[in-house]
């Protein structure tokens, strides 16, 4: 059976949801935080709620590393 396809689909719907889901989730940040000095974009990207988008933007390149080589 010929897997390119589905991988590639899989990889490109997690890479979509995932930038999409981190672009919301990164607004939501911003608007939570009251401060100036707490809004560099050093804490905005490492701040804990987007560990699950940069999981599923991760899985996305992998599966379509994996849907060009199989």
């Known amino acids: ?7 590639s ?12 889901g981190q672009g919301f989730e990164l607004r939501k940040i911003k608007a939570s935080i009251t ?5 560099s974009s ?3 990207f490492a701040n804990k709620r987007n560990l699950k ?4 933007i ?3 390149l992998v599966f379509g590393y994996l849907g060009q080589f199989s």
């Not at 059976?1 to 991988?7: D, F, G």
């Not at 988008?53 to 599923?56: G, N, P, R, T």
């Open 53 to 56: 988008w940069y999981v599923m």
């Open 35 to 39: 401060k100036d000095e707490d809004l």
């Open 42 to 44: 050093k804490n905005m």
């Open 1 to 7: 059976m010929n897997m390119e396809p589905i991988l």
């Open 9 to 20: 689909f899989i990889a490109v719907a997690l890479l979509v949801i995932g930038l999409i």
């Open 58 to 60: 991760g899985a996305g």
